[in-house]
């Protein structure tokens, strides 16, 4: 994936990047931080703490791109004390300098926080870090399709790019690899709410449910392994 990426500011100030070649984006255009946080922690993470109150929380991102949606759930864990273990998968890492030029730093600078989100940035592949006392993370440079766990997850949060631009990580077989990797009670989350998708989840065992999606998108996904 060695397409060239320039930045843009999205309708909540939020910076993302654009991938021109391929005609995406990491984020919504609609608000990079506004959907991040509707679909996955507001529609994928808070529901799943409903079910499993005080519990702590195994999550599995695809892919890690900016580091947002990572960052985003540390502040919400660290605003909410959330015991968290975060797992994020990236094929293709982003180079620093394209990192750095993401506004992220500016928008957060009125949390409190341990952790800037540069840190994230700076932070090695293949390592655990302990973050704070409930929040730790390893980024993993890695195929989704290549990642092999020595434990199983709670919560996914399937952030690949669009099917016109990868409908190889929308398959079947990748929705049944996501129910392997999952816990029972174990929940999918994704922008992406194509028929295909759906079905190819419903193949794969998962009880599917179609949800209003963030500003700009009719309807988004949720699944539910039993
Ligand atoms: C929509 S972006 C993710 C945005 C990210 N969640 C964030 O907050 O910035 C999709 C990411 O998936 C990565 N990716 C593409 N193919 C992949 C694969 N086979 N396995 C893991 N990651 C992949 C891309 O390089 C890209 O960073």
Redesign the pocket.
């Known amino acids: 994936?060695g397409h060239k990426r320039h930045q843009i500011i999205t309708e909540d100030g939020s910076s993302?990047l654009r991938i021109d070649d391929l005609k995406?984006t990491?984020?919504s255009r609609h608000g990079a931080v506004l959907e991040?946080d509707f679909v996955y922690l507001k529609e994928g993470l808070e529901f799943w703490l409903d079910q499993h109150p005080n519990q702590s929380c195994r999550i599995l991102?695809?892919?890690?791109?900016?580091?947002?949606?990572?960052y985003l759930t540390y502040l919400k864990s660290q605003k909410e004390k959330l015991e968290i273990e975060y797992v994020s998968?990236?094929?293709?890492p982003?180079s620093s300098a394209e990192i750095q030029t993401l506004n992220y730093e500016q928008f957060f600078q009125n949390d409190v926080v341990s952790h800037l989100f540069s840190t994230f940035n700076q932070l090695p592949w293949e390592q655990k870090e302990a973050l704070t006392s409930h929040f730790n993370l390893t980024k993993k440079e890695?195929?989704?399709?290549d990642f092999t766990f020595e434990f199983s997850f709670d919560l996914i949060?399937y952030?690949?790019?669009g099917f016109h631009a990868?409908p190889e990580?929308w398959s079947e077989q990748c929705m049944s690899r996501c129910y392997e990797l999952l816990n029972p009670k174990g929940v999918w989350v994704s922008y992406c709410a194509k028929g295909s998708v759906r079905r190819g989840l419903e193949k794969a065992g998962f009880e599917t449910f179609r949800l209003p999606g963030p500003p700009g998108k009719r309807e988004m996904l949720r699944a539910v392994k039993h």
Not at 64 to 70: F, I, V
């Open positions: 994936m993302t995406e990491y984020h991040s991102e695809l892919g890690y791109g900016t580091g947002l949606m990572t998968l990236e094929a293709f982003l890695i195929k989704f399709e949060f952030d690949a790019f990868q990580l």
